[in-house]
C-alpha cells in the first residue's frame, strides 16, 4: 500500500517461523493473519508464536481469529481474541474471545527501523549454516 508493504500469513502458516522470516526478508512492515481456530492446544499458541515472529522480524502483525460456532459442523467453539502486536512483540489491542467486534489500532511505523537497526535480526543471520532446513 502506499502506507506501509503488507504480508499476508495465512491461518495454520503461523505454525512456521519460516514463512514469517521470509515475509520480513522481503520487505514486509505489517503482516496479517486471518486465521478459523477453535479452542485447545493452539489457543495458547495464538499469543506466543506471533508475538515472537514480530519481534524476531521486526514487523507488526494483524492476527484476526473468527468467534462462535459453525453449523452444522461441530468443530468447537473459534476463540476470537484478534489483536495487533508491535515490532517488540507486544500485544497493543485485543478483542474479546466471544464478540464480533472490529479492532482497530494506530501503528507507529518508525518504530519497525528502530526495532531492526537495535536488534540486527536480519543483518546477523547465518544462512550459510542452514543448508539442512532445506534439505530435510
Not at 7 to 22: L, N, S, T
Request: proline letters at 4%.
Amino acid at each position: 500500500t502506499k502506507y506501509a508493504k503488507v504480508g499476508v500469513y495465512i491461518c495454520y502458516d503461523r505454525h512456521f517461523p519460516d514463512g514469517a522470516r521470509c515475509l520480513g526478508l522481503n520487505g514486509a512492515e505489517i503482516v496479517y493473519n486471518p486465521s478459523a481456530t477453535v479452542a485447545g492446544l493452539s489457543q495458547y499458541l495464538w499469543k506466543l508464536e506471533q508475538p515472537a515472529h514480530a519481534a524476531a522480524n521486526g514487523y507488526f502483525m494483524g492476527c484476526i481469529n473468527r468467534v462462535g460456532t459453525e453449523k452444522p459442523w461441530d468443530l468447537g467453539k473459534f476463540y476470537g481474541s484478534s489483536y495487533f502486536v508491535d515490532p517488540r512483540g507486544q500485544i497493543f489491542a485485543e478483542a474479546s474471545e466471544d464478540n464480533d467486534e472490529l479492532l482497530v489500532a494506530d501503528f507507529d511505523l518508525d518504530m519497525i527501523e528502530e526495532v531492526r537497526s537495535t536488534w540486527q535480526f536480519f543483518r546477523d543471520r547465518r544462512p550459510e549454516t542452514y543448508g539442512k532446513l532445506i534439505e530435510l
